[in-house]
Each structure stands twice: as structure tokens, then as C-alpha cells.
């Protein structure tokens, strides 16, 4: 079993056995939606992707990515749409799945929950390794140049 590591700002009781998702939003020209917490437990003022924990009334982690990213941001996307792009351990989860959404022009994130984060915002994945970032977030933006380079090879 992976030891976790704790962020000094959390309840380590809260977040020692959970299970989370995270959905990367992509839009058609590559970038991604990215929004900064605040007035949360973890990694208050980090710029993060929509995700949260997984309730104990989700079936599967696909439908926990799906509800969280329509709880933040008002999209209704199902869950056929997610790629699987990265598991494992992190910091604030025993486990945790994240997943690629890959956006159409029309679909626009709202903040939906404006006590919790801001607005979300289109950065590329060059600007958002320099920001304030989950640690986690350069793990998977390892994962998604592995799945773009497995992409177009497929082609």
C-alpha cells in the first residue's frame, strides 16, 4: 500500500480513506478549464480541475466525474464521453480517477458553486505547470501528451 502524504492544511481524518475524481475539460483548440479554489479544505488558492469526492450513492467513478462536472459547472455530459487518463494515489485521496472530457465549441463551463472556486478559465497546459497548482495535475499532464501522442499515431 502507497503511504499518503498529507497537505498541511488538511483534516487528515476527513481524507484519509476517500476515493475522488477528477475531469480534465479540453476544448477543441487544446486548452484546458482550469479554476482556482477557495473556501475548502484542501488546497485552498491551487488552481484545480472539477472533481470532488466519490459519494457512497455513485455506482461507479464515471458517474461521480460526471455529477461533479455538472455540480461546478453546469454541463450535462454523461458519462460515455469520459476517457480514462490517469488513477492512483495523491495526496488528498487514497485513490483517486481522473478523466479527459473533450469539450465542443459550444459547451461552456459556468461556476455553479462560486463559494467554493472561481471562474473557469482556458489555459494551456504550459501555463498551468507554472501555476499554483494540486501536485497531482503534472502526473496527468504527463498522461494527456502520452494519450495525444497515442492519438495521432492511431490515425
Known amino acids: 500500500?502507497?503511504?499518503?502524504v498529507y497537505?498541511?492544511?488538511?483534516?487528515k481524518e476527513t481524507y484519509k480513506y476517500t476515493e475522488a475524481v477528477a475531469v480534465v475539460m479540453r476544448n477543441p483548440q487544446g486548452l484546458i478549464y482550469l479554476s482556482i479554489r477557495k473556501n475548502t479544505e484542501t488546497w485552498k488558492d491551487c488552481f484545480a480541475f472539477a472533481g470532488g469526492r466519490i459519494d457512497?450513492?455513485?455506482f461507479s467513478s464515471k458517474y461521480a466525474a460526471h455529477?461533479?462536472?455538472?455540480?461546478?459547472?453546469?454541463?450535462?455530459i454523461g458519462t460515455t464521453r469520459l476517457i480514462p487518463l490517469w488513477n492512483g494515489s495523491t495526496e488528498t485521496a487514497n485513490y483517486e480517477y481522473i478523466?479527459?472530457?473533450e469539450l465542443r465549441d459550444d459547451e461552456i463551463p459556468l461556476n455553479m458553486e462560486p463559494s467554493k472556486h472561481g471562474n473557469?478559465?482556458?489555459?494551456?497546459?504550459?501555463e498551468a505547470r507554472k501555476?499554483?497548482?494540486i501536485p497531482?495535475?503534472?502526473e496527468v499532464f504527463d498522461a494527456l501528451g502520452v494519450y495525444d501522442s497515442k492519438k495521432s499515431l492511431d490515425k
Request: glycine share 2%; aromatic share 14%; hydrophobic share 40%.
Open 1 to 4: 500500500m502507497n503511504k499518503i
Open 7 to 11: 497537505h498541511e492544511d488538511m483534516n
Open 56 to 58: 457512497p450513492d455513485d
Open 67 to 76: 455529477r461533479e462536472v455538472y455540480e461546478e459547472t453546469g454541463l450535462f
Open 99 to 101: 478523466y479527459l472530457l
Open 120 to 126: 473557469w478559465e482556458l489555459y494551456t497546459i504550459e
Open 131 to 133: 501555476m499554483k497548482i
Open 136 to 138: 497531482v495535475m503534472l
